[in-house]
């Protein structure tokens, strides 16, 4: 194979592209858009955030808010869309999990953790490649 078709293949599969495309945000960046998907769920809800009885994740402008977070195996977790216009989807990829239906503004995904302990990539089905929408998760053991 032909180093162009190297590349070109590299890039089909996915292994080059969210390197190039991605935005890079500064982490104060990312910090501020976070703070505004807080405000538009308190908004939304009524609700902030911490106050829910499960963990819930934001999505909004192709980030997961927080980005890196834990949580035990059994854990359910909530994704909620806070974004006008765009549709998420949630994908444990390397861990072979389905990707989830999308999810619209102002709707929810929900699932419990069946993952075994460690750290997990988070994907967005369709902004992981293109736009960076990667979030980390830590599973720490069962819940008691």
Same mark, same amino acid.
Do not use: W
């Given at each position: 194979m032909t180093p162009r078709l190297a590349l070109l293949a590299?890039?089909?599969? %996915?292994t080059i592209a /969210?390197?190039? @495309?991605?935005? =890079?945000?500064?982490?104060? #960046?990312? @910090?501020?858009?976070?703070?505004?998907? #807080?405000a538009r769920y308190k908004e939304t809800t %009524?609700?902030? +955030?911490g106050d829910e009885p499960v963990k819930t994740i934001l999505t909004y402008k192709n980030l997961f808010?927080?980005?890196?977070? !834990? +949580?035990k195996? %059994? $854990? =359910?977790?909530?994704?909620?869309? +806070?974004?006008k216009r765009t549709s998420h989807s949630v994908w444990f990829r390397a861990a072979g999990k389905p990707?989830?239906?999308?999810?619209? /503004?102002?709707?929810?995904?929900?699932?419990t953790v069946d993952l075994p302990? %460690? $750290?997990? !990539?988070?994907?967005c089905g369709p902004h992981w490649a293109n736009e960076g929408m990667i979030g980390r998760v830590t599973v720490q053991g069962a819940k008691p």
């Open positions: 590299a890039c089909l599969a %996915g /969210p390197a190039l @495309a991605a935005p =890079k945000l500064t982490d104060a #960046e990312r @910090a501020e858009i976070c703070a505004e998907a #807080e %009524g609700r902030a +955030v808010c927080p980005m890196n977070f !834990e +949580v195996a %059994g $854990d =359910k977790l909530r994704f909620f869309n +806070v974004d990707e989830s239906e999308r999810f619209f /503004p102002n709707e929810t995904y929900e699932t302990e %460690g $750290d997990h !990539e988070l994907l």
